[in-house]
């Protein structure tokens, strides 16, 4: 095994514990910090696969703003340190069927996948030297956001999605009264 | 097999110069902030360890070491033992990507005068910022006190609320640099302006928001004395008290750095490039001013009210810096500077 292998099983197993804590504990601010070290390994995996941008991005993002706003929102909606939540209700038994079912065709599918089991090699690019490729490969990604050809559909559909999300929320706390 | 050796001994002296510095350089802010305000005040200040006090912050730091730690019965002992050190681990890492000057040659290599240059350096910064509200937030949480709850609460909300408009001021230098690594940001202002002349705006934004990140005066909400009991840190006391000051004063020192590497050239000064060790000193010269700054503000105006500080941020500076980017962008495409 190489040093990566053993550093890709280390987080794999630390992201199946925390996110297995997540799910069972019974504090839920316990459960939102184990949530965050899911979140984190999650952040180790794209370390580990070169893909700073994105490693750095899940960062700010997940663990930065919206965990945070998941604990700002437990800690001023429940009693603290209160360990009265019910961890399961009737639906547990279809998440767990969900659950399995997804993620054995996602297994089928990368087993059937050719690639699935070599290794890749590092990313290279013609005329574009290594410590450049990274500052390429983001401005790309964001080019590929507006591009027609690319994921302008998809990137405009989730801003609406978004915006009607605030819309939502705004309507939600408005007072009616005044 | 020698090079690399040689690239590990590089790295971890690198890393131990700058964490040490960091250190004698939280002790020495305190000392200067005390010194200071006690100046504004028309006060002397610390003035009996050693000559003009200047063993004053040494005799704190020896008296905290001998207090007794007090853990509250009810706390959750773990995160409130691990809260002080999520303090203060980003506080001590934020500073990696900075640059302290061009490289230069030792025993024939080139040294580097920065940690890491990577290409999403300005990232970096806002990512391990957002992660230092943890230490906060959890000390108020796990201390299981009413006080130190509403502090934690009150400096989630905060920072949340202020992070926007930090992130947001980050664009326009980025936009103008084209680039997110910090060296190619301060090597664009070499070649034309410091970008506190092309960003008053981003500047002034930049400053108030990291004023309301590290809770210094007047957005010090999180541990109003009067009406919280010092808010989060209630609880703390000894060597882990002394853990939440230090995170707070090198947090102070990490955003001087960053703010002046950002908008005031970083390491760019006269003759920078036939001296190129003259760079971390032009460096501690800028955040010294920053720092001066933020006390002088800290010694003249009064802590905001909390709805208005939330007013503040989210209805005048954020808006304020979503008009800058624009202004920005529209300016560069106007004179073609980016």
Known sequence: MTALQVIFLATAAMILFSAWMVVTRRNLVHAALYLVLTLFGVAVLFVLLEATFLAVVQVLIYIGAIAILMIFAIMLTRRVASDDTVVANHNAGWAAMLAVLVFSSLVIIMGAWSQFTTFASPLTRPGVPSNELGQEIVAELGQSLVDPDAYVIPFEVASVLLLAALIG?????????K | MDENIALIIEWVLKAVI???????????????????????????????????????????????????????????????????????????????VIPWGESFELFGRQIALSMADINVGVLYILSVASISVYGIVLAGWSSNNKYAMMGGLRSTAQMISYELALGLSFVGPLMLAGSMSMLDIVRAQQETAWYIFYQPLGALIFYIAMLAEVNRAPFDMPEAEQELAAGFHTEYSGMKFALFTMGEYVKMIAVSVIFSTLFLGGFDGPAIDRFVLLGPLYLVLKVAACLFVMIWVRATLPRLRYDRLMAFGWKLLLPAALFNIFITAVLILLFDLG
């Open chain 1, 169 to 177: 929320a705004i309507v939600v706390a408005w007072q009616k009264d």
């Open chain 2, 18 to 96: 700058l964490a040490f510095g960091l250190i004698t350089g939280f002790a020495y802010t305190t000392y200067y902030e005390r010194k200071l305000l006690a100046r504004i005040q028309i006060r002397i200040g610390p003035n009996r360890a050693g000559p003009f006090g200047l063993l004053q912050p040494a005799a704190d730091g020896i008296k905290l070491f001998f207090k007794e730690e007090l853990i509250p019965a009810q706390a959750y002992k773990f995160i409130f033992v691990i809260a002080p050190i999520l303090t203060m681990v980003p506080a001590l890492v934020i500073l990696a």
